[in-house]
């Protein structure tokens, strides 16, 4: 049993930390945020002369070879800084689908692009009425002389407003909800009948809803085998769920030891606020859901990383425990923070607005205890 | 013991309801005259514009069953906006200690909602711990006026206010909650400085509002010098009743299920969903609750007097449900909920869902902390005497 990091794994997150506490502090990413796109150009470009957009591909494919436990160690970090970059959406949704399902021409094609930074990837498989099933797909794919035609919409797309391709889900067999049936496709930003609006989320985040008016996927777009799609694309949205999972990790530890500083500097009555017991309670609480969230990210990781049997019941309750402990973490850093919790000022609000995005990404909180328990 | 309502009470509940109606804003009006019209033509009922004041000053003289009719109609109904700073907050306090004179000058102004009311009290380094107040009023050499100097936070319409009633320092000598003056006095003045401080769900309601060598008349203090906190106190009871919100979480947790009911789940929608449905479910047994304990501190409080201690459980229990219909609104928006502006995805309620429930954290935070409840609680209802810290 070894839960240490490999030393090449720990440089990289020490590197990442850094970076992090270099360019992260909250005035520099509210300013990121308060400008077109969203995130900035200059640190993603850096992201990709330190290889981090290339750790979770495989060595042929131009990536380092590394695993889930590789994203887990940088997305621990980011979430330390709420970054704002479209790692998530293009390495690890967008890129895990095509390194997974994409013949060697598409792979050629786009993955370069993406481990340079040059490409952005998109996943677009949520829908107006999907609700928290990846297998819900209404969007049709109508047969065509050379593939198909779709018509309707994706939504919640990850930073699709700067993406310059989408990997899109859509049915091509079977009834709504059914796993088979279900075909993946690489579709460019500027394919005709095609349009993308992008909007901010409540955590300075980007995303954006896709408007399908007869777009024609043709053969060459298709990723994998028509109507079998879904192993693919459930095993990106596995790997989003672990790296939103580390994430969220960061975000609580950054929570639970602002929270600790806290009151300790605060006076009321008299006292630090630190001195009373029902605050000190609340906080070895705050403390002990995020070790347990860390814990089962760890073992969740380690056992997709493994391809285990067991790989995604883990998932459904890492993100079951990630959502419960987020919540409980995130509410009462704003509590114990009073007045100043709820303002812009402080940067535990934009924290737990962070988890609260994560939390309805990906599936529920009690969308994943049912899962878990089926 | 009995609930049920008298025939008296029925025939009052349709008057009410009728009124309600006839009253309802209509499109095209001007919503100012409307909301103006509508307290005039509640006065002329008999005092509905001021259901709380006593009979003495205007107020209606209700029974207990009849407040609970009222607040249950007009939860739902269209009503116009009110802020209960100067109705429910000061007018208690100058009914019970202001001068004849007081009472004649701000008292049919804050009736007539023609004058807006906010609250000076908590301070940076004074929340919770309120009585450590530090803004200073110096009375002058010719005791003709107060000094007002230091700063003030958390202070809600503070940029659209007329007018502040404000606790103050006239002295450090004695225990801290000795030598506090309450006196009111104009915002629009010299000396004062409104900064908005912009919350969690991106809104703007509260403000840091500074004062620099404000001058207030001393005929402008409530009742004695350095008495500030008694009349304070009560004040903060008010306060405490009215954010529990229960009658709007009435009528809210009704939005909530039919909000439920238009998101599709399978074959039936997110109400089938038994997780969603049992949090539901589970809510409203607690507002059930709650309702009745509202009613019982209802029953036992007479009119014009401060509600007590119980107002803390009802701050309590009444912010925490707000805080879970709120929670529940936005799971129920699911993904959509976290749009910031700049899409029609989704249901249309969704949208701006997450930033309803960030809103909804100060809750339990404004009016006094749950933490600062539950002391009250402590001391005031259990009769614990905490030892020495």
């Known amino acids: 049993m070894n839960f240490d990091l490999s030393e090449e794994q720990q440089l990289v997150a020490d590197s990442i930390e850094r970076f992090v506490q270099d360019n992260y502090d909250l005035e520099s990413r509210q300013a990121i945020v308060a400008q077109a796109p969203g995130f900035s150009e200059t640190y993603w470009k850096t992201m990709s002369e330190l290889g981090w957009l290339g750790l979770p591909f495989a060595e042929e494919d131009g990536g380092f070879g590394g695993n889930q436990i590789d994203t887990m160690v940088l997305m621990e970090q980011f979430g330390k800084g709420l970054v704002l970059e479209p790692f998530l959406a293009s390495v690890v949704l967008g890129g895990g689908v095509l390194k997974r399902a994409g013949n060697e021409a598409q792979k050629k094609a786009w993955l370069e692009g993406v481990i340079d930074g040059s490409k952005q990837l998109a996943l677009a498989y949520v829908e107006p009425e999907s609700g928290d099933e990846p297998h819900n797909v209404a969007l049709a794919g109508a047969s065509a002389a050379d593939g198909y035609t779709l018509t309707g919409t994706k939504c919640m797309v990850l930073h699709g407003g700067t993406a310059d391709a989408f990997v899109v889900s859509f049915r091509t067999s079977g009834g709504t909800v059914d796993e088979s049936g279900i075909t993946l496709a690489l579709i460019p930003a500027d394919r005709e009948g095609l349009s993308v609006q992008g909007f901010p989320t409540v955590d300075g985040l980007q995303s ?129 923070h009073g007045g100043m919790g709820v303002t812009e000022e402080l940067r535990v609000g934009h924290y737990f607005k962070r988890l609260l995005v994560i939390e309805a990404q990906f599936g529920n909180t009690d969308y994943h205890l049912e899962r878990f328990a089926a | 013991m009995d609930i049920e309502l008298s025939s008296e009470d029925l025939e009052f509940e349709k008057e009410v309801r009728a009124f309600l109606t006839e ?70 306090v100058l009914m019970a200690y202001g001068t004849e004179e007081q009472q004649q000058r701000f ?23 309120l009585a450590s107040l530090k803004t200073k009023a110096e009375l002058s050499e010719d005791g003709t006026h107060y ?71 001393v005929e402008n203090r409530i009742g004695e010098e350095g008495k500030g906190w008694t009349y304070a106190k009560g004040l903060l009871e008010h306060e405490r009743t009215g954010i529990a919100g229960i009658s709007n979480s009435i009528v809210a947790l009704e939005e909530l299920k039919a909000k439920a009911r238009s998101v599709k789940r399978g074959n ?115 009769g614990i005497k905490p030892g020495k810290k």
């Open chain 2, 23 to 92: 009253n309802a804003y209509k499109l095209g009006e001007d919503p100012n005259e409307w909301r103006m019209g509508w307290f005039e033509k509640a006065r002329e009922k008999g005092g509905w514009d001021v259901p709380k004041w006593p009979e003495k000053f205007g107020g209606p003289g209700w029974t207990p069953n009849q407040h609970y009719i009222w607040q249950k109609e007009t939860a739902a109904a269209s009503k116009p906006w009110d802020l209960p700073f100067g109705l429910s907050m000061l007018a208690p």
């Open chain 2, 268 to 382: 039936g929608s997110l109400m089938d969903v038994p997780s969603f449905k049992a949090k539901v479910a589970a809510l409203e047994i607690d507002l059930m609750a709650v309702e009745y304990t509202e009613l019982r501190s209802l029953a036992t409080a007479s009119a014009g007097t401060a509600p007590g201690p119980e107002s803390s459980i009802l701050k309590l229990k009444g912010t925490e449900i707000q805080q879970r219909i709120q929670k529940l609104t936005m799971e129920a928006g699911g993904q959509f909920s976290a749009a910031w502006g700049g899409t029609n995805a989704g249901p249309d309620f969704a949208r701006g869902g997450m930033a309803g429930y960030m809103s909804s954290r100060v809750y339990t935070i404004y009016g006094g902390a749950s933490e600062v409840q539950k002391d009250i609680v402590t001391k005031k209802v259990l």
């Open chain 1, 208 to 336: 954006s809803e896709l408007t399908f008016d007869k777009v024609a996927v043709t053969a060459d777009d298709i990723l994998g085998e028509v109507d079998h799609g879904f192993g693919a694309l459930n095993a990106a949205i596995n790997d989003g769920i672990l790296a939103v999972a580390a994430e969220a990790v960061g975000a609580m530890e950054v929570l639970y030891k602002d929270t600790v500083a806290y009151t300790q500097e605060r006076e009321q009555f008299g006292h630090p606020l630190s001195d009373f017991q029902v605050l000190q309670h609340r906080m070895v609480e705050m403390f002990m859901e995020y070790e347990q969230s860390k814990s089962l990210l760890y073992r969740a990781t380690m056992e997709v990383a493994a391809g285990g049997e067991d790989a995604q019941r883990n998932v459904h309750a890492l993100k079951h425990l990630i959502g419960k402990a987020s919540s409980f973490v995130g509410e009462n850093a704003v509590q114990t």
């Open chain 2, 107 to 129: 008292l049919p102004d804050i009736r007539a909602r023609k004058v807006n009311w906010c609250q000076g009290y908590s301070e940076p380094g004074a929340g919770s711990d």
């Open chain 2, 147 to 217: 000094v007002v100097n230091g700063t003030k936070i958390w202070t809600t319409m503070a940029h659209i206010a007329d007018w502040i009633f404000c606790l103050t320092r006239t002295s450090d000598d004695g225990i801290k909650q000795e030598g506090i003056t309450f006196l009111l006095f104009p915002m629009k003045q010299e000396g004062i400085e409104v900064k908005p401080i912009i919350t969690l769900g991106g809104s703007h309601t509260v403000n840091t509002v500074f004062f620099q060598d404000v001058k207030v008349p």
